[in-house]
T-cell receptor, first 112, second 110 residues
Framework: DAGVIQSPRHEVTEMGQEVTLRCKPISGHDYLFWYRQTMMRGLELLIYFNNNVPIDDSGMPEDRFSAKMPNASFSTLKIQPSEPRDSAVYFC??????????FGSGTRLTVV | DAKTTQPPSMDCAEGRAANLPCNHS???????VYWYRQIHSQGPQYIIH???NNETNEMASLIITEDRKSSTLILPHATLRDTAVYYC???????????FGAGTTVTVRA
C-alpha cells in the first residue's frame, strides 16, 4: 500500500484565496483525521471521520474551515477565505478501528 | 483524557538503549498509553501502545508500571535515524482522538 497520500505537498496562496487540501487514506481504513501543526501550537486535531461521517469537528478553528469525505477513499479540507495565520503543515491520517494512525507526509501551506 | 509529562529533551548514544520516560499519574482504567514519533518534516509515526501489560514490537518495548501512573519507551539499540520528537499520549478506549503534547526531543549521537 502506498500509505496515506496528501496533495499538494506545498501550497503558496494569497490571503483571501480558497485553498483545498486533499487526502487519500489507506484502503480499508475506517477512520480519517485532519491535523494542523505549527511551531506555536504543535499538533492540533481539527476533525475526524468514521466511515465517511464527521464525528468530531470541535477542533475546526472557525467557519472558514470545512472538511468533507464524499467516499471512503477521499477527503478534502477547504479554507475559504485563507488568512496568513492559517499557514501551517496540515496532516491527514487514517486508521483501522481507531488504532495506530498512519499519517501522510503533510501539506505545507503558506498564505501570504 | 489524562495528561502526560515528558522531559523536553534527551540525548543518547548510538548503539545504546534509549529509555524515554512518561508520567501519566491521572490515567484511568480504560485509557491506553500510545507512543508516536515525528522525524523532522515528516508525519508522526506510530510506535506502540499498551493498556496494562508490557508490550514489544519490532521498533520498541513499552514498560508500564503496575500502578499505570508512568511508562517507559525503550528503543533497544538507538541509531542516528531514531533522532526525532517522541510523543507519549493517553487515549480513552472509546474515544479515537489523539491529543499530542510537546513530546521529548531525542537526539542520538554517534
Amino acid at each position: 500500500d502506498a500509505g496515506v497520500i496528501q496533495s499538494p505537498r506545498h501550497e503558496v496562496t494569497e490571503m483571501g484565496q480558497e485553498v483545498t487540501l486533499r487526502c487519500k487514506p489507506i484502503s480499508g481504513h475506517d477512520y480519517l483525521f485532519w491535523y494542523r501543526q505549527t511551531m506555536m501550537r504543535g499538533l492540533e486535531l481539527l476533525i475526524y471521520f468514521n466511515n465517511n461521517v464527521p464525528i468530531d469537528d470541535s477542533g475546526m478553528p472557525e467557519d472558514r474551515f470545512s472538511a468533507k469525505m464524499p467516499n471512503a477513499s477521499f477527503s478534502t479540507l477547504k479554507i475559504q477565505p485563507s488568512e496568513p495565520r492559517d499557514s501551517a503543515v496540515y496532516f491527514c491520517a487514517s486508521s483501522l478501528l481507531g488504532y495506530g494512525y498512519t499519517f501522510g507526509s503533510g501539506t505545507r501551506l503558506t498564505v501570504v | 483524557d489524562a495528561k502526560t509529562t515528558q522531559p523536553p529533551s534527551m540525548d543518547c548514544a548510538e548503539g545504546r538503549a534509549a529509555n524515554l520516560p512518561c508520567n501519566h499519574s491521572t490515567i484511568s482504567g480504560n485509557e491506553y498509553v500510545y507512543w508516536y514519533r515525528q522525524i523532522h518534516s515528516q508525519g508522526p509515526q506510530y510506535i506502540i501502545h499498551g493498556l496494562k501489560n508490557n508490550e514489544t514490537n519490532e521498533m520498541a518495548s513499552l514498560i508500564i508500571t503496575e500502578d499505570r501512573k508512568s511508562s517507559t519507551l525503550i528503543l533497544p539499540h538507538a541509531t542516528l535515524r531514531d533522532t526525532a520528537v517522541y510523543y507519549c499520549i493517553v487515549r480513552v478506549a472509546d474515544d479515537y482522538k489523539l491529543s499530542f503534547g510537546a513530546g521529548t526531543t531525542v537526539t542520538v549521537r554517534a
